[in-house]
Structure formats: C-alpha cells, structure tokens
C-alpha cells in the first residue's frame, strides 16, 4: 500500500476508545492502536483521547486527558482501608465511586450485599471540597453497594440515628433501623455544582429499582433483595420528609445502590447521559478539529452498547460536531449487524476475533493483536 506522508498533515485520526474490560485500561487501547496506525500507515497524525462512561475507568480517562490524579485513603465497601483517586483541573473534580466502593474493591472478591457503605465516595468528595472544588462529577457504576448512597451522607456530615439515638450500622440492610436523621452538621453544597454521570433511569425502588434490579449482581439472595427494598423504602421515607420533594421515582435514582438517590436528594444533584458528559469534560469536539477519521471502541460491541455506551456516545458527539468525519470501532468481539453498527453512526467495527477466533488468546493479547489489526483500518480508511 502506498501511503503519501503529507496528505496528513491537517488530517488526524482521533482515537477515542472505552477500555477493555478484563483486559486493558482506554488508555492502553489508545495506545496499541496509535502504535499499530503508526506500523501501517506511517507519519499519520493521531491525538490519543481515552474516554469513559463514569464507570470504572473515568479517573483513568480524565487523568490521560490532563486532570491531575489525587489518591487519598477512603474506608472501602466493607469499611476497610483502602487508596483511591479522583481527578482535578480547574475546581473540577471527577470522582468515580468504583474507585472507593466498587465490586473490585471487595477484599478477596467476597460479596457484602447487605452490609457494603458508599462512605468512601463521600470521603472523596470531602477532600476534593476542602480542595476548592466548584463543580463535583459524580460517576456511577460497578459499585458493590445497595445502601442508597447513606454512606456517602454520613461522611459529608449527617448522622443516622437508632430510636435509642445511636449510629446505625453502615449498609442497607440497618436501614431498616433507621429512626431520625441529624442534618445539622452536613456540609453545604449551595454554590457547588453537582453533576451525575449515569447510564440507567430506574427509580430507588420497586421492580426496576435498585435492589430488586441490581442487588443480586452484588450477590444479594432473593431475601437479602427483600430486607435491602425494605431499607431503601425506609430511608427514603426519612429522607423525603426531611429534604422536601421526592426524588426516589427520578431517573437514575436506582443507579449504584441508590446512591443516585442521595446524589439528587442530599446534594441537589442533576443527571447526565454519563458518556456525553464525559466527553464534554474531555474536550472531546474540539479535538475532533482536522480529524479525518475517529477510532472508538470497547472490550464488547453488543446489545448493551447501543444503550448510549462510550461508541455509541462518541459517535453520536461526532455527527454533531463533525458529521462528514467517519467512525469506526474496535472491540473484542462484535455481536451487532452492520445495519446496527450504521444506525448508531458506526461506519465499520472490526473486532479482534476476526483475526483471534480463540477467546482467551485475544484477552491475554489484546494489545498486540490490536496493532495488527489496525493494518485492515489503514487499508479501508487510511489508504
């Protein structure tokens, strides 16, 4: 293949991926990808932009973006310590829950449906405020709590009071003895903005809420999901009388155990599509500037991407901004139709099981494969 060096001078090619999941952060998926362009098309100018859904990853992202990385001690999902991070730029703080209570935070892996807290998340909150922060992003997702986001509550300064006036136990399942809540020393968050970055609208409560939901994917049994509805309903009962108006129908409420609840309820927190408000705290449009071409990507390119994933969101943003620019995807696999793909404003994805039929092989050497992969992007796009 010929490749002419200076038709890229003003053309980039943007490379915009999710992780991997299991396999490689976005950061590495950049850059195999960069380095495999580089291989097969040589000279061609690339700018490395890794993006994230506020799930696991997003300190990752927004640190490769230029944020500075701030690692703090938190108490983890079961109350232990642990190290986490959040991200800073300019009196923004991205804040990831999974980094302070996430399922990959449990100690040796082992579920505590009902007594895992989301203390941590607010722990780091407390410090990115005492830092100056304006504005606090809030990412949601891979969390190993359902305690309706009461953990976060009682690190930013309330109490959770028994009927004998003591400190309940941390989790959803004490909710339940939950008799008055003290408000007095809970910091205030008037003059702060709180932004939510989160992918689902179901409720606190009831068959799309987040225990029935999602309890069992952090190991809740079918009574454990009765005892933490019970929790939540109870909690919000308390909460709502002493906020004001209801947020536990809203969407997003359910998200992370409910802490989208305490988000929208205690810190007066607005939801956002969690990938279009990551890109827009990336600066993702004005990279796209001379693109001529935008590789996004994740570790599965299936059902659940099209529900607004980082491709999708990364596609959708680039028809905006620039819709003569064509997308493309890198995955593991791919499991949706072309006539998919172009509906979500996907031009091609090209998986590594194309060139890998061996599962296993391709997580062990996703980064690798990758690159040779990218020879088929130059040849379609690049050439």
Not at 78 to 98: N, P, Q, V
Not at 202 to 218: R, S, T
Request: hydrophobic share 45%; aromatic share 4%; with cysteine.
């Amino acid at each position: 293949m010929h490749v002419d060096g200076h038709r890229y001078a003003m053309n980039q090619v943007l490379i915009a991926p999710d992780k991997f999941k299991g396999s490689l952060t976005a950061a590495e998926v950049a850059a195999h990808v960069a380095a495999g362009l580089e291989r097969s098309c040589p000279g061609v100018p690339v700018t490395q932009l890794p993006v994230a859904d506020g799930g696991d990853g997003t300190v990752d992202a927004a640190v490769a973006a230029g944020y500075r990385r701030v690692e703090i001690g938190v108490r983890g999902p079961t109350g232990h310590a642990i190290t986490a991070a959040f991200a800073m730029l300019d009196g923004t703080a991205i804040i990831e829950s999974a980094q302070a209570c996430g399922l990959s935070r449990l100690p040796d892996g082992k579920p505590a449906p009902l007594a895992a807290t989301t203390r941590g998340v607010g722990e780091l909150i407390a410090v990115a405020l005492r830092m100056k922060a304006q504005r606090i992003v809030l990412g949601l997702g891979g969390v190993a709590t359902t305690d309706g986001g009461s953990g976060l509550v009682r690190a930013l300064g309330g109490k959770l009071l028994d009927e004998q006036g003591h400190e309940i136990a941390p989790g959803g399942a004490a909710l339940a003895e939950l008799c008055s809540l003290d408000l007095t020393g809970m910091r205030d968050f008037s003059g702060i903005e709180v932004l939510v970055a989160c992918d689902v609208d179901n409720p606190l409560l009831g068959p799309e809420g987040a225990a029935v939901v999602y309890g069992p994917q952090k190991g809740a049994s079918a009574e454990d999901v009765t005892v933490l509805e019970a929790g939540l309903a109870h909690w919000a009962d308390l909460a709502d009388r002493a906020l004001g108006p209801p947020m536990r129908d809203k969407a997003g409420a359910g998200a992370a155990g409910g802490l989208g609840y305490a988000a929208l309820a205690f810190l007066g927190a607005t939801m956002r599509p969690g990938i279009e408000l990551m890109l827009e705290l990336l600066s993702f449009t004005e990279h796209l500037a001379d693109a001529r071409l935008v590789i996004t990507g994740e570790g599965a390119l299936d059902a659940q991407t099209l529900r607004g994933k980082a491709p999708v969101g990364v596609a959708r943003a680039t028809a905006l901004a620039a819709p003569d620019v064509p997308v493309v995807a890198v995955a593991g696999r791919c499991t949706l139709t072309a006539e998919q793909l172009r509906a979500a404003g996907i031009r091609a994805a090209y998986a590594l099981t194309d060139i890998e039929p061996d599962v296993p092989r391709c997580i062990a050497k996703a980064g690798p494969l990758l690159e040779v992969l990218m020879s088929r992007v130059c040849g379609d796009w690049l050439s």
